[in-house]
């Protein structure tokens, strides 16, 4: 076999797939522990292959397999090896060169060289790829060697998670998508980095570059979708929650028509696999994001004033909320896309696809509970059940609140973080959630049947105070505004509105007499701090307009400063606008419970 691999990688000095083959026989045999000194090492196999093929696009690729199978003593040798031809490729001219330089540098990053520089050698070899990347702008090597060298210089300069870095590199990358707007990799990152900012605006419209396809959705999604709501854009994630919705239906009606197709033409296999698409589609946690996300903002985005309207909001939502299992979650999204050529790539898509699952996971455990909570709370009101809501409240502790204590992060990874929320302070949302429904619970059985002694609000009041109080301090920062921090004011926003639709179900009733002024002290201390909300939302506000103006000029009026400036300005304005439609809600609630004259 031996004397065969070699007569073939002979006669076929073109091809790679028999040097591809010596690569993984050497590497089987050594990891057997069988030696063989017909081949040479693995490392001097690698650069055999770099030298034949290096300047075709596809050996990087390649290589990276082969690569990722070596043991560390024989990566350090590979790098050394490696780094010695690079010196010599990079005095030789011609396009070729350039183009096993891009190679080099790709696989030398993956190998993990740049992580080990110390900060002086990261900004040499970071300068070293930029000038590379303006070479082969000038040689025309194609889009994709482009996207090498750039992807690169970006990557290593965003690693520090220093603002300005982060927007060199959003400025790169926006110099290349203007020659080349087909580099879908360029733009995903654009669109992350916008996110990362704090600019939803910039990053959706980068995101919209892409094109996405409805067939992609279930899958690519997760680039843009869960940064809508945590950043306040609240109506275009409606508006793409009812898209992807529909999507699904549609999907889900056309797969049964297949199966019944395939059954009755007697593809038996081709059954089997409709039924797992099928399944995946149903319960697909993309799919029961956008339901839940569609449900929520439809209270989140209504202009009810009046208990009637929220009632008929939740009789809407009763029977659609029955359709998401939250047992049963199918996670389908592509985390490739967001690999780079570094050796952290795979350690950040396997970190992200472990931590964003769980994430979400508990963020639609949670949204869930949010809105079963609700319906099951005005059943209490109607019906006087209060079974429901115990199990409720007991299974979302269990599951949720302790879960969300051990969530991992992904330390070091700031570009991958989700929306840059730190974990704790998702933690004291969940509590806070928890809290209020809990809460909510003992409102109604003392101020609508009177079977409960003693109730005080003053432990939901007191969380929510401590949030703003947090969100004040995290959020504005001297007299600038933390434009990535957005989240945590939309988390307050959401969970104050939370509180009153609880809370409400309690003073929706028939409320007893000697009870009313107890519902009233609940009104009059929710009124208070939704009008503190709403005060630090137009603070906010104003400081946004303030770093819009300093940041516009006549010849700078598109850069990427303005452009973050405008966004945050103008997300702070749609989460205002939720905050104004909360206290007409309260009001209305709050004049229920006034004696009529």
Known sequence: MT??????????????????????????????????????????????F??????????????????????????????????????????????????????????????????????????????????????????????????????????????????????????????????????????????RLYEYLGAIGPAVEAYDGLDTKSIQLDSL?????????????????????????????TNEREVLEYIVKSYLCGKFNKVTELFELHRNLVYSISNSIFILDKLWLSFLLSSANSWDQIETLLEAAREEITSVKTEMLVDNRDYSVNEVCDSRHQEVATLQATTSYSHDTLYVKMRHFMLVSLISLQDQVAKKDVETLDALLVQFQTEVVEKAKNLSTVEGYPLFLMMSQSMEFWKEFVDTVLCIATNAKDLVKHCIYGEQNKYTSDLVINKLTELLSRTRSELIVGDCINSSNIPFLSNLVQTVYFAVLCLGCGVSGKVQRKKRAMADSVMTALKAVVAETKKLCEECHAIAINLKIESLSIDKDDSVDSRISCSVEWSLEEISGVVIKIGGLVNGLHSRLQPKS
């Open 221 to 249: 999604a997760h680039i843009m979708y869960p940064s809508l709501i945590p950043l306040g854009a609240y109506n275009r994630a409606d508006k793409n929650a009812r898209q992807r919705g529909a999507f699904y239906r």
């Open 50 to 191: 770099v030298q034949k093929f290096g300047h075709k696009l596809c050996c990087y690729d390649d290589l990276r397999v082969v690569i990722d199978r070596l043991v560390d003593s024989e990566k350090e040798e590979l790098i050394q090896i490696l780094e010695e031809y690079r010196v010599s490729v990079k005095e030789s001219n011609g396009t070729k060169a350039m183009q096993r330089l891009a190679t080099l540098h790709m696989l030398l990053s993956h190998l993990g060289k740049y992580k080990s520089l110390d900060s002086e050698q990261q900004f040499i070899a970071v300068e070293e790829i930029k000038n590379f990347h303006n070479i082969t702008l000038e040689a025309d090597l194609g889009c994709a060697y482009i996207d090498a060298f750039v992807l690169l210089y970006a990557w290593q300069k965003c690693s520090s998670g220093k603002k300005s870095d982060i927007v060199d590199s959003i400025k790169l990358l926006m110099t290349k998508l203007e020659q080349f707007p087909e580099a879908s990799a360029c733009r995903i990152l654009v669109t």
């Open 3 to 48: 004397g065969l691999l070699l007569k073939v990688a002979s006669d076929a000095s073109h091809m790679r797939g028999p040097e591809l083959a010596k690569a993984e026989l050497v590497i089987r045999l050594k990891e057997r522990g069988i030696e063989m000194c017909e081949f040479a090492s693995p490392s001097l196999l690698v650069l055999e």
